[in-house]
């Protein structure tokens, strides 16, 4: 897959994580994906799925959004445990099972 990555509105800026009434904001790691690639992956909207580039991974909760293109998958680095992955162009994904949610980077 082609990874873009991009900063959300609210992120994991130290003001926003300071900050009670907006920090929950910025909290989820998600993944945006196609539909059509969340159908052949067997991806759900909230499906927990591991990102892994090179020698590291992640979980991050899958979005699906009919504005991503196929083959492509759109990040948000300015959350916790995930801006570090903007270095890289590719990676691949796959679902995780609850067990594995309870190791949590």
């Not at 801006?83 to 995780?96: D, P, S």
């Amino acid at each position: 897959y082609s990874l873009i990555f991009y900063e959300k509105l609210y992120g994991d800026k130290a003001m926003q994580r300071n900050s009670p009434s907006i920090s929950f904001l910025g909290s989820n790691r998600i993944l945006q994906i196609s539909p059509k690639d969340a159908k052949r992956l067997g991806i759900q909207e909230n499906t927990n799925v591991r990102l892994d580039v090179n020698d590291e991974s992640v979980i991050l909760k899958a979005i699906i959004d009919k504005d991503i293109e196929v083959g492509t998958l759109a990040i948000p680095i300015n959350r916790r445990g995930v801006n570090h992955f903007a270095r890289y162009l590719n990676g691949k994904i796959e679902k995780v099972s609850e067990g594995e949610m309870l190791n949590v980077n």
